[in-house]
């Protein structure tokens, strides 16, 4: 069974700019979580989302949002990019009944110049 | 407040010797934990949860964790350190304020060297 896999790998971008990243989960899981990861904060929720709802949010500015499609794909979309959005964003999608067993991608490794 | 704490940056251990990688956490209820190991440049990756009934859990590559709820830790443990086991460890409790849903707090992760 494919594992998680997250869209680009690597992205480079300027202040200013938005960027679009893409998750799709293991088949079956219909949960999908984003994480941010930075040596400063360490590992943070950004969003859940399950059949194209957003269930759960994190403290992040408006600036993060996501979506997710009716095949539980789901993206994320940063808008006005700053210096401080550089991280590694991960994915993770949940085996259904398995008390918030989650299984993450390796991640999307995006750098704000 | 909720939260996972990890005390130790850094963990070194000798090959061949038992490792122990430290956790305590606060959640309201009853905690859902785990551990997640992280290698450079990868995702996260499932070793082991506990839910509830026995305080001694079985993971992968041999590590196990014991659940104390009288002094609300969870230690990852192995009796036998490995060089392959050398990684960044997260411990994580399930956020009982989210409704259920699919929302880990994670601790600052511990990273854990073993040398030969």
């Known amino acids: 069974k494919a594992g998680v896999t997250q869209t680009p790998r690597y992205l480079i971008k300027t202040r200013g700019q938005q960027v679009t990243l893409s998750c799709s989960p293991i088949?079956?899981?219909?949960?999908v979580s984003w994480y941010q990861q930075t040596p400063g904060q360490g590992l943070q929720f950004l969003f859940e989302?399950?059949?194209?709802?957003?269930?759960n949010k994190g403290n992040f500015p408006g600036r993060f949002s996501g979506r997710q499609f009716s095949n539980s794909r789901s993206e994320m979309n940063v808008s006005t990019l700053e210096l401080g959005d550089s991280a590694l964003y991960l994915c993770?999608?949940?085996?259904?009944?398995?008390?918030?067993?989650?299984?993450f991608g390796p991640g999307t490794r995006l750098t704000v110049l | 407040a909720q939260s996972v704490a990890q005390p130790e940056d850094q963990v070194n251990v000798a090959e061949g010797n038992p490792l122990t990688v430290k956790c305590t956490y606060s959640?309201?209820?009853?905690?859902?934990l785990f551990w997640y190991v992280q290698y450079p440049n990868r995702g996260l990756q499932f070793l082991l949860k506990y839910i509830t009934g026995d305080n001694l859990v079985k993971g992968s590559y041999g590590f196990e964790a014991e659940f104390n709820k009288s002094q609300t830790s969870f230690h990852l443990k192995k009796p036998s350190a490995l060089v392959s086991d050398s990684a960044l460890y997260f411990c994580a409790v399930r956020d009982a304020l989210s409704g259920g849903y699919n929302k880990l707090i994670f601790g600052a992760g511990t990273r854990l060297a073993v040398h030969p």
């Open positions: 989302y399950f059949s194209e709802t957003q269930r």
């Open positions: 959640v309201s209820g009853n905690p859902y």
């Open positions: 993770a999608s949940t085996i259904p009944g398995s008390y918030n067993e989650q299984f």
């Open positions: 088949s079956g899981h219909r949960s």
